[in-house]
């Protein structure tokens, strides 16, 4: 039909299927689709895109994207080959200004501390090493646009210091890297680093999770309430949250207490080694008797979530495969 393809995170791919694009990619400009022996050839106008992250750890920014593979020489050979820079300093700072909406001198604030957490090195966290000894994980463009979003047209830089604590400095492990990444916050706020507290959350929210808490027969301890705060700011400016911890550390009861302050559905999908894309999006699958078809769509436990407006846990994440969780995305 002469459209513009986009495929995306293209080295994702397994190598077999992306053979099949040689000869649309050569001069030859076709395409063979051998289950029918058919012969398809582009309509003018037709135009095919592809992105990637790098393959292993990036050189530039020291990230590290999981199962990306390398790209043959001679596949790559067959595409202009763009390098897509990170924005500058002055660029992210008007993407700050105008999408979170935050005055420009705040959002030059912000962008300052974005670079100077790129420059910190962490010392040494518990197990003898931080979480994050990567600067580029530590805070990123996406990590900055959150911070002003939630900060939003309130100038207050005391409140924005305790927002991006929240959103970078709560991450970590050891007290002593959360302590180094909120000097570099407040230095860049131009503000008293002190001492930030993440309570639970006010007025009747917190009455609500205690009463979900005295429910279950849960003793609302501090790590407990200060976990439930954070995932209520989350949610409040809908935004994922993920949990990292030691089992037994209440994640699960932190997301059940606050499904059930908040009155919602909690639906827990159990990740694992062989989780597949339709375990959450959903598949075709032999239809019921009566239905008059062979196969009928079955929605997954992620899209019926999605319909019915219910919370969605997707416990042990990381044991599900990288390109599993990038459809995600």
């Known amino acids: 039909r002469g459209e513009w393809l986009l495929l995306d995170e293209l080295n994702l791919a397994p190598p077999d299927v992306l053979e099949a694009l040689n000869r649309l990619l050569?001069?030859?400009?076709?395409?063979?689709?051998?289950?029918?022996?058919?012969?398809?050839?582009?309509?003018?106008?037709?135009?095919?895109?592809?992105?990637?992250?790098?393959?292993?750890?990036?050189?530039?920014s020291g990230a590290t994207y999981g199962g990306r593979k390398p790209l043959s020489r001679a596949f790559r050979d067959r595409f202009v080959e763009i390098h897509v820079d990170e924005l500058s300093s002055g660029e992210l700072a008007d993407v700050v200004a105008r999408v979170g909406g935050v005055a420009p001198s705040l959002a030059a604030r912000l962008v300052d501390a974005h670079g100077r957490l790129r420059r910190l090195r962490l010392g040494r966290g518990r197990d003898g090493g931080s979480l994050f000894e990567g600067s580029q994980s530590l805070c990123s463009s996406r990590d900055v646009l959150k911070w002003a979003a939630r900060v939003g047209g309130d100038g207050d830089r005391d409140r924005a210091l305790a927002i991006g604590d929240a959103i970078v400095a709560q991450r970590?492990?050891?007290?002593?890297?959360?302590?180094?990444?909120?000097?570099?916050l407040a230095a860049a706020l131009g503000v008293d680093a002190g001492a930030v507290d993440h309570g639970p959350p006010?007025?009747?929210?917190?009455?609500?999770?205690?009463?979900?808490?005295?429910?279950?027969?849960?003793?609302?301890?501090?790590?407990?309430?200060r976990l439930?705060?954070?995932?209520?700011?989350?949610?409040?400016?809908?935004?994922?949250?993920?949990?990292?911890?030691e089992t037994g550390g209440g994640k699960t009861t932190a997301c059940e207490l606050l499904a059930a302050a908040r009155g919602a559905d909690l639906v827990v999908i159990n990740c694992h080694m062989h989780?597949?894309?339709s375990d959450f999006l959903g598949a075709l699958r032999p239809a019921r008797r009566g239905s008059g078809a062979l196969f009928e769509w079955v929605d997954g436990a992620l899209v019926a979530?999605?319909?019915?407006?219910?919370?969605?846990?997707?416990?042990?994440?990381?044991?599900?495969?990288?390109?599993?969780?990038?459809r995600l995305n």
């Open 26 to 60: 050569d001069d030859n400009r076709e395409l063979r689709i051998p289950e029918t022996g058919e012969v398809v050839r582009p309509a003018p106008g037709f135009a095919l895109f592809a992105t990637q992250n790098p393959a292993g750890v990036c050189a530039a």
């Open 172 to 184: 970590l492990r050891c007290d002593a890297d959360v302590a180094a990444v909120r000097r570099e």
């Open 202 to 225: 006010a007025g009747g929210a917190r009455a609500g999770l205690l009463a979900a808490c005295a429910a279950r027969g849960v003793a609302p301890t501090a790590a407990l309430l």
């Open 228 to 245: 439930a705060g954070l995932l209520a700011a989350a949610l409040d400016h809908a935004e994922p949250a993920l949990l990292v911890g």
């Open 275 to 277: 989780s597949e894309a």
């Open 305 to 326: 979530a999605m319909k019915a407006g219910a919370f969605v846990l997707l416990d042990e994440l990381n044991l599900a495969d990288d390109a599993v969780l990038e």
